[in-house]
């Protein structure tokens, strides 16, 4: 297994137009979580799944936001209406399970929104 | 709330030169430290990581970082720095009873020649 895969890399779009992500978790891994990093920030949580279930969503994740896992193995960030305020790196992160296993991040999603 | 505050967003150095990337936290409850590094163009790996037991972690670079309750910190040291040390560092905490990570800001180090 060569680590975390999220696809596609880097996305242009216009105002308005909306998005999906995708992120392919290491295979055994139970856990998979998505952050946005903005320029200059560190990474910003906004929600985590236990194998298909949805377990927390930050308030950072309006109602323009989605994510599913449907069947406990990759999952897709979904964004309507992007607005420009939206331009930012989404990172997908697994782990086994539990606070202090490590989280192994993919290479992120550079979101820009023109 | 938790929060990680790192108090400087950049460090220069020199080659061989000691570092110390300053973390403090604020929690009520007992956490579980970590710090990142990300390489140029690379994603966030992890560098070592406090859970329990000794204060003191290491990792197999050469960095180590000290669990201080009593003043909240969690504070990553080398003693001598190579160039391929430039990177931006990341410290994190989770608490006990949550998976999520909450991010510092981030301290780019930078080492010269």
């Known amino acids: 297994d060569t680590g975390v895969s999220q696809d596609p890399r880097h996305k242009i779009t216009k105002r308005g137009q909306n998005v999906t992500f995708r992120c392919d978790p290491i295979?055994?891994?139970?856990?998979l979580y998505w952050y946005r990093q903005t320029l200059g920030q560190g990474p910003e949580f906004l929600t985590y799944?236990?194998?298909?279930?949805?377990?927390?969503k930050s308030r950072l994740l309006s109602d323009r936001f989605s994510a599913e896992r449907p069947k406990g193995s990759f999952s897709t960030l979904e964004i309507q209406r992007t607005e420009q305020g939206d331009s930012a790196m989404y990172l997908c992160?697994?782990?086994?399970?539990?606070?202090?296993?490590?989280?192994?991040f993919g290479p992120g999603t550079r979101l820009t929104v023109t | 709330a938790q929060s990680v505050t790192q108090l400087d967003s950049q460090v220069p150095v020199f080659e061989e030169a000691p570092v110390e990337l300053r973390c403090n936290y604020s929690?009520?409850?007992?956490?579980?430290l970590f710090w990142y590094v990300q390489y140029p163009n690379q994603g966030l790996q992890l560098l070592l990581k406090y859970l329990s037991g000794s204060t003191l972690v290491e990792s197999i670079n050469g960095f180590e970082a000290e669990f201080n309750k009593s003043q909240t910190s969690f504070h990553l040291r080398k003693p001598s720095v190579h160039i391929s040390d430039t990177a931006e560092y990341f410290c994190a905490v989770s608490e006990g009873n949550t998976d999520k990570l909450i991010f510092g800001t981030g301290t780019r180090l930078q080492v010269f020649p």
């Open positions: 295979s055994e891994h139970n856990r």
């Open positions: 992160a697994s782990s086994l399970e539990g606070a202090s296993d490590e989280q192994y």
């Open positions: 799944f236990q194998n298909e279930a949805q377990l927390e």
């Open positions: 929690s009520s409850v007992s956490v579980y």
